[in-house]
């Protein structure tokens, strides 16, 4: 079982890998937002940012990796946002003492996603007053912050926006 669920994280994550690389970094108008638009969050409240992607076509998996301030903010805990049917997670982690967060998964079964939603939702404490940045973090996998796919295999091109949240 284990030797399994190695091969599937290894596959999922050479697919999304080798998507990224072998595609062209042309511009797009779809949009990756960290809405943070809500009211400003007190000390010791909790409060949900959705990630939000806007205009997507064909969608069947994503990585998405976040950085934030954790002087002033704490992940309690990620929740697929329901736009992707996450048939498989490859990750759902986030480490407060370093201030990040990676999500990756993969619809396996249904129709692609398309059109605009929440693919992620992340509850968060507030922990120190000030303005807390929340910004898409690259990783070696990811240079932009996050990876998606469409069903061809091929990489669909994003446009990121970062958030600012105020604590009070």
């Not at 595609?23 to 990630?51: E, F, M, R, W, Y």
């Not at 939603?117 to 404490?125: A, K, P, Q, S, Y």
Request: with cysteine; hydrophobic share 45%.
């Amino acid at each position: 079982m284990l030797k399994v669920s190695l091969f599937w994280n290894k596959l999922v994550f050479l697919a999304i890998s080798g998507i990224f690389v072998l595609t062209s970094c042309a511009g797009s108008s779809t949009a990756l937002k960290i809405d943070t638009q809500a009211a400003p969050v007190t000390v010791n409240d909790t409060i949900t940012i959705p990630v939000k992607v806007e205009n997507i076509s064909d969608l069947i998996a994503m990585e998405i990796h976040l950085s934030f301030d954790p002087a002033r903010l704490e992940v309690v805990q990620l929740k697929n946002g329901g736009f992707v049917k996450a048939d498989y997670v490859v990750q759902n982690t986030f480490d407060n003492t370093n201030g990040t967060l990676d999500y990756a998964v993969a619809q396996i079964a249904g129709s692609p996603a398309s059109g605009s939603g929440t693919l992620l939702e992340i509850v968060f404490r507030a922990k120190e007053k000030g303005q807390a940045l929340i910004n898409f973090h690259k990783t070696q996998a990811a240079p932009d912050g996050a990876i998606f796919s469409n069903s061809r295999g091929t990489a669909i091109n994003v446009s990121f926006f970062n958030g600012t949240l105020e604590v009070k």
